[in-house]
């Protein structure tokens, strides 16, 4: 008995989503698309930075080289414990073996700042410590949330709009959503170039002063299909 109620009400289950669906393609429809896009400035600015142990004679230790770039970073306002964390530590153990010399050691550091000029400023502090292994991660912008919301509610009603611009002369109306899909994209940039002209203008002037760099901003793109219910 048991094994029969479940089998019918499967059946009815079954039946109602075939009406549903039976329902819904006969409901007459228009389809419309439309896209939104926007570019941001990042706000967002990952630095990978390496120190390594110098070797020379008056050897220059991983430890005192971090040092004096905390002290420098604190001196220029930067919150060490938001900014900078440790990524790695290693040692060449490798050369250590094949030379018999002590092993070198290094720090691998990400650091975030929050705009081209604080970068500009990081970046000539770092070459004033003859600190010049980096190299730029990412780019992000900090709202893309909110940025992606505020795109799909624009998209939608640019779906509306087309809707009506092409049911008007049609003396149909536009009625309620039936169907909507949505898909948003971002793109991130990573890109070297404006460091490595920072490095550039560092190294061929005495007193390099920090640029304010321009990064390339991030597009962000909304897409969204709606399908409206039509009525005479």
Known sequence: MRKTIIFVATALITMTTFAQSKNFLDTPY???SSQ????????????????????????????????QMAQRFKAMGI???????????????????L???EVLKSKQYSLVV??????????????????AN???????????????????TKAVKKALQKAEALTKPLGQKVGMAIH????????????????MEMKAVS???GNAQPLDIDFEKIRVETTVNVKFALSN
């Open 114 to 131: 929050y705009s081209g000029k604080e970068l500009g400023e990081v970046m000539v502090a770092l070459e004033q410590l003859d600190i």
């Open 36 to 67: 939104v896009d926007t570019l941001v400035t990042p706000d967002k600015i990952y630095l990978n930075i390496i120190i390594q142990e110098k070797d020379t004679k008056g050897r220059v230790s991983v430890e005192e080289q971090e040092n």
């Open 30 to 32: 228009l389809e419309t």
């Open 99 to 101: 030379r018999q010399k």
């Open 203 to 205: 190294a061929d002037m």
């Open 79 to 97: 919150d060490l414990d938001e900014q900078l964390v440790i990524k790695d530590m290693g040692s060449n153990f490798k050369k250590y073996f």
């Open 180 to 195: 909507i899909a949505d898909n948003s994209q971002y793109y991130p940039r990573y890109n070297q170039a404006p460091m």
């Open 134 to 152: 980096t190299s730029i991660e990412k780019t992000e912008y900090s709202k893309m949330e909110e940025l992606e919301l505020e795109l799909r």
